[in-house]
Structures are given as structure tokens and as C-alpha cells.
């Protein structure tokens, strides 16, 4: 007979593999989940068709030649004051606020007569001036080749 005290094991509970197993379901859940939109208001949106309002801006052309004349959308003017340029943009852009200017200068041309045309369209109240070049005798051969 054996009469030694014996060694008794505790039983001990391992958590690890329960908390991975609760970590899977939740995940499981959080997964498998539908969330719904609840609003206070049961709302109908209106159509519209985003194509038909994208207007591009007007654009009111001026050009500048070498010699100081002044032409508007083609029609040549007789004259070459800041006034006259103010009346003949503002006629041109039709009272509209939204119109691009486009200042089409010759290079030879003063920097005072390009200066009139920029006045001349802040007196109108158009701001939005661009101006246009082309692009340069070696840029042009190496785009070509």
C-alpha cells in the first residue's frame, strides 16, 4: 500500500482559447451585420439631369496688334481709349459677370496697349483675364518629331 501523500493537480482553466474563440464570433458578427439608415424625414429627392446646367463661361476675345489697334471678337474698333475698350467689353459680355477675357497680344505689341485692355475690364467688373501665346519654334519641332 502506498501511503505517501499523493500530489493532487488543480484543474486550472486555460482563458486563451476561449477569448480567441469569442474574438472569432465577434468579429463573426460585427461582419455579418446590417446596419440600417434611420432618418427623421421620409424625403423624395428632386431629378436633375447635371449634364444640361454645365455651361462653359463665355469667352470675349481681344486682340492687341503691333501698331496699338484694337479688335473684339473680330470687329475691329476705330478707336483706342480706356473708355471706349470699357464700353465695348461691356457690350461684348453682355452685362454678364462670368465672362473670360481672353487677351490675344501681339508680341511686338506696347505693354501699355495690353495694360488698357486689363483696365478696361476691371472698369467693366470682368476679372477673369487669360492670355493667349503659342508655343515656341523648338518646342514645336520636338513635339513634331
Known amino acids: 500500500m502506498n501511503f505517501r501523500p499523493g500530489s493532487r493537480d488543480e484543474p486550472e482553466i486555460n482563458l486563451i482559447p476561449f477569448i ?3 474574438l472569432v464570433v465577434l468579429i463573426f458578427l460585427m461582419l455579418t451585420t446590417t446596419y440600417s439608415k434611420f432618418t427623421q424625414l421620409q424625403v423624395n429627392l428632386p431629378v436633375a439631369d447635371a449634364q444640361a446646367q454645365r455651361t462653359e463661361p463665355k469667352e470675349v476675345i481681344v486682340s492687341v496688334s503691333s501698331d496699338g489697334r484694337y479688335a473684339i471678337n473680330k470687329d475691329v474698333l476705330e478707336g483706342s481709349g480706356v473708355e471706349m475698350l470699357t464700353r465695348a467689353l461691356t457690350q461684348a459680355s453682355q452685362d454678364s459677370r462670368e465672362v473670360v477675357i481672353v487677351i490675344s497680344a501681339d508680341a511686338a505689341a506696347t505693354h501699355q496697349s495690353v495694360i488698357n485692355v486689363m483696365d478696361a475690364a476691371r472698369r467693366a467688373g470682368l476679372v477673369q483675364i487669360t492670355f493667349a501665346t503659342q508655343q515656341s ?4 519641332a520636338r513635339g513634331k518629331s
Open 20 to 22: 480567441d474563440i469569442l
Open 137 to 140: 519654334g523648338s518646342q514645336r
